[in-house]
């Protein structure tokens, strides 16, 4: 069995060195600048997205940069058989992993009445079920450790319930209370589980809503600090969690999202 050092040994209550992390939804948006902000604090990466380059990408160059390792897995999660294989490769890695962040998702917009079954099967797989999958086979070696930081990316519609996005809202409100369950079992064996809820992001998910004039316009008029969120604005509450600053911190969702919810 490996050995991890305690958080109590740790440089300071935000260092990350000799952790090894697993990141998904890494190629971009708010999954490469979580993978940034924790190789920036001392973490290797380990970076999972369906279309990511096993060599040279963007994100294994930043990284890298930044004196850390970086390794890539693509894989597509709505395949319930690929998910299952990554997880068995990973598990048999000679370094455990400390640090899970379940950020991979998808979204698909249609009215709730017209919405098809197989979009909405579709994005539970990817945003919901292909995580417990992963999640699971990870925290066995992160529970035999007594060790572990599992952060899930939520939503702003884990709280409110969004339009025309039937399927996203009901699988980030999942998130929400699988967080909260597996804190529940886990916690006490040193895995702290939470959730971050990012606000509206300039990401590839939400180029719909910033090129609706009205609809942006409506956005911003709520957000009290008054613009759109950016990627990096994640990567900061990604440390937190994962670090020894927040070791007595489980089973939350951080709202990550400029007041809106505050309003």
């Not at 992160?142 to 930081?149: K, S, T, V």
């Not at 699988?171 to 509206?200: C, D």
């Not at 939350?252 to 007041?259: E, F, R, S």
């Amino acid at each position: 069995m490996t050995v991890r050092p305690s958080d109590a040994h740790t440089a300071g209550p935000f260092d990350l060195t000799g952790r090894v992390a697993l990141v998904s939804g890494a190629r971009r948006g708010i999954g490469r600048s979580i993978c940034l902000a924790l190789a920036n604090a001392g973490a290797d990466i380990i970076g999972v997205s369906a279309s990511i380059e096993q060599t040279g990408s963007d994100v294994a160059r930043e990284v890298e940069a930044l004196g850390r390792s970086f390794s890539a897995h693509a894989v597509d999660f709505a395949d319930r058989e690929a998910v299952v294989a990554l997880a068995d490769e990973l598990t048999s890695l000679p370094r455990g992993i400390d640090i899970l962040v379940n950020n991979a998702g998808t979204i698909e917009r249609a009215p709730a009445a017209q919405h098809p079954i197989a979009l909405w099967d579709r994005v539970l797989e990817v945003n919901l079920s292909s995580h417990f999958v992963l999640t699971q086979a990870i925290a066995r070696g992160m529970l035999e450790r007594r060790y572990g930081r599992i952060i899930f990316t939520a939503s702003l519609l884990s709280f409110q319930g969004g339009i025309n996005v039937p399927g996203y809202a009901a699988s980030k409100s999942g998130i929400v209370g699988l967080t909260k369950a597996l804190a529940n079992e886990w916690t006490g064996a040193g895995v702290t589980v939470n959730a971050i809820a990012p606000g509206y992001i300039s990401t590839d998910n939400t180029l719909p809503l910033r090129e609706d004039p009205e609809r942006s316009r409506a956005i911003l008029d709520r957000i009290p600090a008054g613009r759109w969120g950016d990627a990096s604005d994640i990567g900061g509450a990604a440390v937190f969690l994962a670090s020894p600053a927040a070791g007595y911190i489980s089973g939350i969702t951080l709202p990550v999202d400029g007041g809106w919810l505050g309003r």
